[in-house]
């Protein structure tokens, strides 16, 4: 699962509940999951998106900077009083439907 939410431009859609059950993953599942909440942001007009990741989730942090997404520095605590720390990532869109998202950097996720 996945959910989006748009937010009033330039401010960044949002992104985030994502999961994939374990004897499903690295499928491929999680990076379609992605790029149809992008399809939608991108349809509506959202120009980025941004989400945190427990920094502690090497796993999850993989998978989003494979799928383009990069970290903007800002970091904050999961909850009040929490020892751990959460990173932002966002990724920018394109109202162009023919360009790539993601195409620089290390990401090799493609905008179709
Ligand atoms: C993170 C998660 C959503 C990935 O879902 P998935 O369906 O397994 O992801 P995909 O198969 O689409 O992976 C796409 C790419 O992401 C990267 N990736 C995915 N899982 C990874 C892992 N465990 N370690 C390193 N890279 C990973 C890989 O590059 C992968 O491409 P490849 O398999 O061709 O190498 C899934 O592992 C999950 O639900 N984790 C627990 C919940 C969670 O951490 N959610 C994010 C919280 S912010």
Redesign the pocket.
């Known amino acids: 699962m996945v959910f989006v939410r748009c937010e009033e431009p330039p401010a960044p859609a949002f992104l ?1 509940g ?5 004897s ?11 790029e149809r909440g992008l399809e939608f942001l991108r349809s509506v007009g959202q120009c980025q998106v941004s ?4 920094s502690v ?4 942090l ?3 900077r ?2 383009g997404f990069q970290e903007t520095g800002a970091t904050a605590s999961l909850r009040p009083g929490s020892p751990l720390t959460i990173t932002e990532l966002n990724l920018e869109l394109s109202r162009n439907p023919q360009a790539g998202i993601g195409n620089e950097g290390p990401a090799q996720y493609k905008w179709t």
């Open positions: 985030g994502m999961w994939v059950h374990p499903f993953r690295r499928r491929g599942i999680g990076r379609i999951l992605v989400l945190w990741v427990t989730h090497a796993d999850a993989s998978f989003y494979r799928l």
